[in-house]
């Protein structure tokens, strides 16, 4: 790929050698509102998951 006509590849890359998830990174402010929107007005549930992965809980917005 070529990262001069997509920027966004040097992210994705670097947050990948730093170790982290590639879909973690916030790469659009939008749709992170409109997530964090339907999270909040309780129309969307998100999973809570611990750092070791033992326990989920799954938490309502609202």
């Known amino acids: 790929m070529d990262h001069r006509r997509f920027p966004q590849l040097s992210r994705f890359a670097a947050h990948v050698a730093a170790g982290r998830h590639p879909a973690l990174l916030d790469t ?3 749709l992170a509102g409109s997530i964090a929107d339907a999270v909040r007005d309780g129309s969307l549930a998100v999973a809570d998951v611990s750092r070791d ?3 989920v809980e799954v938490v309502r917005g609202g």
Do not use: E, F, V
Request: proline content about 0%.
């Open 28 to 30: 659009c402010g939008k």
């Open 53 to 55: 992965g033992s326990t």
